[in-house]
């Protein structure tokens, strides 16, 4: 059922529909070398197929999990004899992300002088996985997973289809059955026709020989639903920046939503713990310190339940953390103390705060001027902390919320106490 021209490849509209920038250059059969990102089933290797029809080229397919560098030297001569002999050829590297870095600089001089056309297809960001050179020679065109409907037409395809297709097996639908397929698939054509071409397979047939395609039988066929999900790549970050992203925008349905798919799709619950606790010193700190608390404490009930039974306590951190006021004054208050350190602000401690446990640094002045804050009214005194180039240098300035609002009025009190020592 792979689309043999571009009418019939559906999805990714942004890039084939009208005006879209490989439609014309698939109209025009005009060539270049590019990186096709996208998830599992949305069309990568369609894509480059066409584009290599559609301009006459010798298309050339290439496996990264396969090959090696002997392998890529010897189709790069196959490539220089076709190009002498007036064809172009289209090197397809399905995952090139698997490549090494020899692996790809092999290829570096063939795609500058024009010898190949190189169409790498990717699920990982190619930002992390192409080497520099390569990808700055290079367009990379983002496919997108495929829409529900887009799936659907898609199996209506397949099924009315008498010679690629099912059309001749016949089948009677149950309602919504292909919406079904649709949603398991993820986004993912070739998972979707799968899903399919098993569930007719599986289908009880009627006396009159009709199979009946039901949800169960397709809940039969499917086994169990993996989401899509890689621990090292992508779309862990993207999970775990929207969980961490809806608990600072205090939404709690969907931060448990993003938990939920981490979860389920296999992420390692002590992972996910490390983000919850960061996010209690981050985005929560002073304002409510028991985010921290409640999250290492999530934590620890993890590494003893393990899953599922401390998936709530990870469940509990989220909800309390997303409902908690917020503040990232503590975190600013960081990046600024580090910022002054890296600027060069790194003077010796002042006397009057070192310790002078021998009589010798007792004469060098050591702790000489120490105003021992206990016997000050409110513990507070005039005695300046900071290192004299960073007098009176603010670091820290509490958030209007939580807990942080009464710090802050005590901050201001015990700053005036002390200026009015200082006077």
Same mark, same amino acid.
């Given at each position: 059922m792979r689309p043999r021209s571009l009418e019939e490849f559906l999805g990714q509209e942004h890039l084939v529909g009208p005006g879209g920038v490989l439609r014309r250059a698939l109209e025009r059969g005009v060539l270049h070398s590019l990186i096709l990102w996208g998830p599992p089933g949305s069309g990568k290797t369609t894509l480059a197929r066409l584009l290599a029809e559609a301009a006459g080229a010798q298309f050339a397919p290439f496996s990264a999990v396969l090959a090696g560098i002997a392998e890529v030297r010897e189709m790069m001569r196959g490539a220089t004899r076709a190009r002498a002999a007036g064809r172009r050829m289209v090197v397809f590297i399905d995952e090139i992300h698997r490549f090494n870095k020899a692996q790809q600089d092999a290829f570096l001089p063939y795609v500058e002088d024009g010898t190949i056309v190189l169409a790498g297809a990717t699920t990982e960001n190619p930002s992390f996985e192409v080497i520099a050179p390569l990808l700055s020679r290079l367009r990379v065109y983002r496919l997108e997973r495929l829409t529900e409907d887009t799936l659907v037409r898609l199996l209506e395809r397949a099924l009315s289809d008498p010679k690629r297709g099912l059309a001749r097996i016949r089948a009677r639908l149950e309602a919504n059955v292909l919406t079904t397929i649709a949603q398991l698939a993820q986004g993912d054509a070739r998972a979707a026709l799968?899903?399919?071409? &098993? /569930?007719?397979?599986? *289908?009880?047939?009627?006396? /009159? =020989? #009709?199979?009946?395609?039901?949800? !169960?039988? $397709? %809940?039969?066929a499917v086994g169990y639903r993996t989401l899509y999900h890689d621990k090292a790549g992508e779309e862990h970050y993207n999970l775990m920046s929207?969980?961490?992203? /809806? +608990?600072?925008?205090?939404?709690?349905? %969907? %931060?448990?939503?993003?938990?939920?798919?981490?979860?389920?799709?296999?992420?390692?619950? &002590?992972? $996910?713990?490390?983000?919850? #606790?960061?996010? *209690? /010193? !981050?985005?929560? =700190?002073? %304002?409510?310190?028991?985010? &921290?608390?409640?999250?290492?404490?999530?934590r620890d009930a993890v590494h003893f339940l393990g899953r599922p039974e401390g998936d709530l306590a990870l469940a509990q951190a989220v909800v309390y953390g997303a409902l908690a006021p917020k503040s990232n004054a503590l975190e600013l208050a960081w990046q600024e103390v580090r910022r002054a350190i890296a600027e060069g602000a790194d003077e010796p401690v002042p006397l009057h705060l070192r310790n002078a446990p021998t009589a010798l +640094?007792? !004469?060098?002045?050591?702790?000489? =001027?120490?105003?021992?804050?206990?016997?000050?009214?409110? *513990?507070?005194? *005039? +005695?300046?902390?900071?290192?004299?180039?960073?007098?009176?240098?603010?670091f820290y300035r509490p958030a209007p919320r939580g807990l942080e609002r009464r710090l802050g009025r005590r901050l201001e009190a015990w700053l005036a106490a002390r200026l009015r020592r200082d006077r």
């Amino acid at each position: 059922m792979r689309p043999r021209s571009l009418e019939e490849f559906l999805g990714q509209e942004h890039l084939v529909g009208p005006g879209g920038v490989l439609r014309r250059a698939l109209e025009r059969g005009v060539l270049h070398s590019l990186i096709l990102w996208g998830p599992p089933g949305s069309g990568k290797t369609t894509l480059a197929r066409l584009l290599a029809e559609a301009a006459g080229a010798q298309f050339a397919p290439f496996s990264a999990v396969l090959a090696g560098i002997a392998e890529v030297r010897e189709m790069m001569r196959g490539a220089t004899r076709a190009r002498a002999a007036g064809r172009r050829m289209v090197v397809f590297i399905d995952e090139i992300h698997r490549f090494n870095k020899a692996q790809q600089d092999a290829f570096l001089p063939y795609v500058e002088d024009g010898t190949i056309v190189l169409a790498g297809a990717t699920t990982e960001n190619p930002s992390f996985e192409v080497i520099a050179p390569l990808l700055s020679r290079l367009r990379v065109y983002r496919l997108e997973r495929l829409t529900e409907d887009t799936l659907v037409r898609l199996l209506e395809r397949a099924l009315s289809d008498p010679k690629r297709g099912l059309a001749r097996i016949r089948a009677r639908l149950e309602a919504n059955v292909l919406t079904t397929i649709a949603q398991l698939a993820q986004g993912d054509a070739r998972a979707a026709l799968q899903t399919l071409e &098993l /569930s007719v397979a599986l *289908a009880d047939e009627d006396a /009159s =020989g #009709v199979r009946q395609l039901t949800r !169960e039988t $397709v %809940a039969r066929a499917v086994g169990y639903r993996t989401l899509y999900h890689d621990k090292a790549g992508e779309e862990h970050y993207n999970l775990m920046s929207a969980l961490h992203k /809806s +608990m600072r925008n205090s939404d709690p349905d %969907a %931060a448990l939503y993003w938990l939920g798919r981490l979860l389920e799709a296999g992420e390692d619950p &002590l992972a $996910v713990a490390r983000r919850i #606790v960061r996010f *209690a /010193s !981050e985005d929560v =700190g002073l %304002a409510d310190p028991r985010a &921290l608390e409640l999250a290492l404490t999530a934590r620890d009930a993890v590494h003893f339940l393990g899953r599922p039974e401390g998936d709530l306590a990870l469940a509990q951190a989220v909800v309390y953390g997303a409902l908690a006021p917020k503040s990232n004054a503590l975190e600013l208050a960081w990046q600024e103390v580090r910022r002054a350190i890296a600027e060069g602000a790194d003077e010796p401690v002042p006397l009057h705060l070192r310790n002078a446990p021998t009589a010798l +640094m007792r !004469e060098l002045g050591y702790g000489q =001027g120490y105003l021992h804050a206990h016997d000050a009214p409110d *513990a507070v005194t *005039a +005695m300046p902390c900071l290192p004299p180039a960073l007098e009176g240098r603010r670091f820290y300035r509490p958030a209007p919320r939580g807990l942080e609002r009464r710090l802050g009025r005590r901050l201001e009190a015990w700053l005036a106490a002390r200026l009015r020592r200082d006077r």
